[in-house]
């Protein structure tokens, strides 16, 4: 069996500041991980994801994550802070082979201070 | 490519009725999976479809069922409502290889 753990329902950062969003992860397996946002009233848009291959992931609006096995952690960053951050943002897991199914993290609402 | 659609969006029960809640992938995704999202138990499974043929489930009472056509579209259905199923329904789709989902919008259910 799979679980995730975000540390920290709310976090908040100024403008330009760095975002970094933890989630670590539990899996007997090698995991597929993904980081998916979520704004106000909408669903889950995918942020990024690693499968394989290179353990530092780019993913869109400037997000970037590393898989990091040794210490099992997937934690989400951004360099510099907008206000059009804001939302929720969940890590997810699932078992290699077999990403149709995710475990997903409680979720880290980021607010974004002017 | 259209995104995954899910109707309607909105919707309102009362105790004891049932409800079908439907999902259309984005075109050629043929597994399409479904998840409850509520402030108190977060994202969960509920099932995923995949070739008219149920695949994955999740820890969910039986009142939950699902099902999918021959042109992947696929709807739930819960019945004898309860007010704890007010939620938020996610629908997802994705195709092989990497099996990435992509979700809908969403349809927010309120139990009365």
């Known amino acids: 069996a799979q679980s995730v753990t975000q540390l920290g329902s709310h976090v908040s950062v100024s403008e330009g500041a760095l975002v970094l969003l933890r989630c670590n992860y539990s899996?007997?397996?090698?995991?597929?991980l993904f980081w998916y946002v979520q704004y106000p009233n909408q669903g889950l848009q995918l942020l990024l994801k690693?499968?394989?291959?290179?353990?530092l992931v780019k993913g869109i609006n400037g997000f970037e994550a590393e898989f990091k096995k040794s210490e099992t952690s997937f934690h989400l960053t951004k360099p510099s802070a907008h206000m059009s951050d804001a939302a929720e943002y969940f890590c997810?897991?699932?078992?290699?082979?077999?990403?149709?199914?995710?475990?997903f993290g409680s979720g880290t609402q980021l607010t974004v201070l002017p | 490519k259209a995104g995954v659609t899910q109707t309607p969006r909105y919707l309102i029960k009362t105790r004891g009725q049932q409800v079908t809640l439907s999902c259309s992938p984005i075109?050629?995704?043929?597994?399409v999976s479904w998840y409850q999202q509520t402030p108190g138990q977060g994202l969960q499974f509920l099932f995923e479809y995949f070739s008219e043929t149920q695949r994955n489930k999740g820890n969910f009472p039986g009142r939950f069922s699902g099902r999918q056509f021959s042109n992947s579209r696929s709807e739930m259905n819960v019945s004898t409502l309860e007010l704890g199923d007010s939620a938020l329904y996610l629908c997802?789709?994705?195709?092989?290889?990497?099996?990435?989902?992509?979700f809908g919008p969403g349809t927010r259910l309120l139990v009365l």
């Open positions: 997802a789709s994705s195709v092989a290889p990497t099996e990435t989902q992509y």
């Open positions: 997810a897991v699932t078992l290699s082979g077999s990403a149709r199914q995710l475990t």
């Open positions: 899996s007997s397996v090698p995991p597929y």
């Open positions: 690693y499968t394989t291959g290179a353990t």
């Open positions: 075109s050629g995704h043929r597994s």
